[in-house]
């Protein structure tokens, strides 16, 4: 302290141009910290957006489903192993589309953080892996994208009457 003194008292220094490391530090990890929630508020958010946007496109194509459903009921198939099929199938797609969602993010990060910052700006950010947050995204991904199509089904009259005739469709 007694350095700290001899700065304020004997060179003149105003006490409000000395600044505190460590709390400028806790400063920056608070914002930092709030950054990284908020980029989680949005993912979550976008991903709720995409699942109403699936919802809806669903919906409004259920009749064009039902000609398409026409050659799985000749097969054979049930309601119930149709709906299961249609689960599995958005199901999957959410798998590809995740997997290749996480790859060209890393690739955009790995190109941004090694490549195009040292070139351009001479410094460079050292590079981190979240594979938690990589698995909650997807696994709120795979849940919305369920939902959506369950709740499509569920509207859709996936049942066909017992009068059904192909001169219907």
């Known amino acids: 302290m007694?350095?700290?003194n001899d700065l304020l008292f004997n060179v003149k220094i105003n006490s409000e141009a000395i600044v505190n490391p460590q709390q400028v530090r806790k400063i920056s990890l608070e914002i930092f910290d709030n950054t990284f929630k908020i980029s989680f508020q949005l993912a979550l958010i976008t991903l709720l957006v995409a699942s109403?946007?699936?919802?809806?496109?669903?919906?409004?194509?259920?009749?064009?489903?039902?000609?398409d459903l026409l050659p799985i009921y000749l097969l054979g198939f049930s309601a119930k192993q149709?709906?299961?099929?249609?689960?599995?199938k958005i199901v999957i797609l959410t798998n590809v589309v995740s997997f290749l969602s996480i790859g060209m993010g890393s690739l955009i990060t790995f190109i941004l953080?090694?490549?195009?910052?040292p070139n351009f700006f001479g410094w460079r950010i050292p590079t981190q892996v979240f594979?938690?947050?990589?698995?909650?995204v997807w696994i709120i991904a795979l849940l919305a994208s369920t939902f959506s199509?369950?709740?499509?089904?569920r509207t859709s009259n996936v049942k066909l009457p017992s009068n059904f005739n192909v001169r219907n469709i």
């Not at 809806?56 to 259920?62: A, E, K, P, V």
Request: overall charge positive.
């Open 2 to 4: 007694n350095f700290l």
């Open 52 to 67: 109403f946007t699936l919802y809806t496109n669903l919906i409004s194509i259920n009749k064009l489903r039902k000609k």
């Open 82 to 88: 149709v709906i299961a099929l249609e689960i599995l």
């Open 113 to 117: 953080s090694e490549i195009i910052n």
């Open 131 to 136: 594979p938690d947050y990589w698995l909650q």
């Open 149 to 153: 199509t369950l709740l499509s089904l």
